[in-house]
C-alpha cells in the first residue's frame, strides 16, 4: 500500500493534514516523503507509515525522485485537479530556484571560509613558536605602591 509514487495525507505532526508522495521505502515502518515544499508545504522527510493516509491516487515517478520530477508528474497525471490543491506559477517556481541556488552558493562560500581558516591559525602557531624561541621572556616586575599614612576617625 505504501509503494513508491502514493500520494497520501500526513494525519500526524506540524504538517498534518496536508498531502505528500512516497518517495521512498526506508525501513519497514518509515518511508521518506515529498510535498513537493513549493506546491503543499511539506518538505522532503523521512516518516512513519503510521501518520500517513494513503489515498487511492498513485504517480508514475522513480525511486528518490526529486522534487522537479515529482512536480512534472503532478502535471502530468493531473494531481492538481484531482487531490484540489493549487497549481504552481511559472514565476513562483523561477524564485523557488533562483532561492535554491542562492543557498547552495551561500552554503559552498562558508566551506571555503572553514577550509581557509586551520591553514590560517597554523602559520600563526608556528610564527608565534619562532617568536617564543628567538625572543626570551621578559620579567614583569610589579609596581610597588606608596605606603600612605592610615587615617583615623575621630570620635564625636
Given at each position: 500500500m505504501?509503494?513508491?509514487g502514493r500520494i497520501c495525507i500526513k494525519i500526524a505532526g506540524r504538517e498534518a493534514g496536508k498531502h505528500c508522495v512516497i518517495v521512498?521505502?526506508?525501513e519497514e515502518n518509515f518511508v521518506l516523503v515529498?510535498?513537493?515544499k513549493i506546491v503543499t508545504k511539506v518538505r522532503r522527510r523521512?516518516?512513519?507509515i503510521d501518520h500517513l493516509e494513503p489515498l487511492q491516487i498513485k504517480i508514475n515517478i522513480?525511486?528518490?525522485a526529486s522534487d522537479e520530477e515529482v512536480l512534472k508528474?503532478?502535471?502530468k497525471e493531473n494531481i492538481f485537479e484531482k487531490i484540489g490543491i493549487e497549481r504552481i506559477s511559472p514565476e513562483k517556481l523561477k524564485l523557488a530556484e533562483e532561492k535554491k541556488k542562492q543557498k547552495e552558493s551561500?552554503?559552498?562560500k562558508k566551506e571555503q571560509v572553514k577550509v581557509e581558516k586551520p591553514k590560517e591559525k597554523k602559520k600563526l602557531e608556528s610564527e608565534s613558536k619562532k617568536e617564543r624561541v628567538e625572543k626570551p621572556k621578559e620579567v614583569k616586575k610589579k609596581a610597588k605602591k606608596p605606603k600612605t599614612a592610615k587615617k583615623t576617625k575621630s570620635k564625636k
Open positions: 505504501f509503494d513508491v521512498k521505502k526506508l515529498t510535498g513537493p523521512r516518516c512513519n522513480k525511486e528518490n508528474a503532478y502535471e551561500e552554503r559552498l
